[in-house]
């Protein structure tokens, strides 16, 4: 059985640019989620997606946007960034949107400078 | 959604036990208590949740008060392995949203 993997594993982009991270879920789970975790501080929900529909959205602004695909593998876009972007970007897949057991991968590290 | 209260960090020694407290007096009938923890550059891992009665499994145990306003995460044989940032977090699986709101946490120190 395959966990949830992310890529890139590290970015670095100028602020302004746009940017598209990538999560594989893990076999068998229909929902992903992702979440921002700056430096020294626990992770926030951005959104959610089940069955390639969003299934609810922290507060976050929209150019933050997300895609699942029919493979339920999914994309999270940054678009117009901003130096304050720059965090460990986490997502998790479930099985279901009613588990509270999700499964997350390693992240990816986003710089903007 | 009802927050927590975590200490923010914690030590032990290797091989004793650690008791991770978390403090949730607002939690509503509905809510689960969840535990995750985060390695140094993980992503966090799902350890534990129950609803009532105390639960255990093959990385920790959870222990609920009678009047689940808080609760204690259990690591039997604290290893170095373990140091982590350990997470309380409530959630209601009927909510309208299936995210996770993750608190500061315990970093938890273990010392050989």
């Known amino acids: 059985e395959t966990g949830v993997t992310q890529s890139p594993t590290h970015l670095i982009k100028t602020r302004g640019q746009q940017v598209t991270l990538r999560c594989s879920s893990q076999?068998?789970?229909?929902?992903v989620s992702w979440y921002q975790q700056a430096l020294g501080q626990g992770p926030q929900f951005i959104f959610q997606?089940?069955?390639?529909?969003?299934?609810g959205r922290g507060n976050f602004p929209p150019r933050f946007s997300g895609l699942q695909f029919p493979n339920y593998s999914s994309e999270l876009n940054v678009n117009a960034l901003e130096l304050d972007d720059s965090a460990l970007y986490l997502c998790?897949?479930?099985?279901?949107?009613?588990?509270?057991?999700?499964?997350f991968g390693p992240g990816t590290r986003l710089t903007v400078l | 959604d009802a927050k927590t209260t975590q200490p923010n960090s914690m030590e032990s020694n290797e091989e004793e036990p650690v008791h991770l407290p978390c403090n949730h007096s607002?939690?509503?009938?509905?809510?689960?208590i969840h535990w995750y923890r985060q390695l140094p550059s993980q992503g966090p891992e799902y350890v534990i949740h129950?609803?009532?009665s105390n639960v255990n499994n093959r990385m920790a145990s959870l222990a609920i008060a009678e009047d689940r306003k808080s609760s204690t995460l259990i690591l039997h044989r604290a290893t170095l392995r373990d140091a982590a940032v350990y997470y309380c977090?409530?959630?209601?699986?009927?909510?309208?949203?299936?995210?996770?709101?993750f608190g500061k946490g315990t970093k938890l120190s273990v010392k050989p």
């Open positions: 997606y089940y069955r390639e529909e969003e299934n």
């Open positions: 977090i409530l959630r209601d699986p009927g909510g309208s949203q299936g995210n996770l709101i």
């Open positions: 607002t939690i509503s009938g509905t809510d689960y």
């Open positions: 129950g609803l009532t």
């Open positions: 076999s068998g789970h229909n929902t």
């Open positions: 998790a897949s479930s099985l279901g949107v009613s588990s509270g057991e999700q499964f």
